[in-house]
């Protein structure tokens, strides 16, 4: 494997179907005509606490990325010692803006799809589509309380969505 590229890492039974919960979520934000990603936030007991989809191209509203919409719908529902147990399953890496959503929702874990390096050879060089080229980890290790951060996982399921969407 390249050296640009990260090493896929294994993930357990239970994130692995967590995770396709939010892959699931990236085709369906597809077929409403978004860009393809998904997230889902589970308690430390399986509790589905929230799940979403990026919704830009049917709001118009460029913040609203899957893990983004789930932080939103959390809202003021759990406390930050529920959501510090929490982990957040999004089909791709999260962006800058996302990832400090996330820290500032207190998500204790975060366990994402395809990774931002892959997914910018889907996106190509359209400025309209580039991303600020920081890693999500970089975010997370900024912050003063713990973020686990596993991934890349499942990156071929992941990419599924990408597949041809993209405009190179």
């Not at 390096?117 to 889907?122: D, G, M, Q, W």
Request: aromatic residues 8%.
């Amino acid at each position: 494997m390249s050296a640009d590229l990260p090493d896929e890492v294994a993930v357990d039974e239970r994130d692995g179907r967590y995770l396709r919960q939010a892959i699931a979520w990236s085709l369906t934000a597809r077929e409403r005509g978004n860009r393809p990603f998904g997230a889902v936030v589970i308690g430390e007991d399986g509790t589905v606490l929230t799940e979403a989809y990026c919704n830009t191209g049917e709001t118009g509203d460029c913040t609203g990325h899957a893990e983004t919409n789930a932080v939103r719908q959390l809202g003021n529902r759990y406390p930050r010692e529920v959501l510090a147990r929490a982990t957040l399953y999004s089909s791709a890496e999260p962006c800058v803006m996302c990832a400090g959503a996330i820290f500032w929702s207190a998500i204790g874990r975060v366990v994402y799809g395809i990774d931002a390096v892959r997914l910018r050879v889907f996106r190509g060089e359209r400025a309209e589509q580039r991303d600020a080229e920081l890693s999500c980890r970089d975010v997370f290790a900024a912050s003063p309380h713990p973020i686990a951060c596993i991934g890349p996982a499942l990156i071929g399921e992941a990419s599924e969505a990408h597949r041809g969407f993209w405009k190179t």
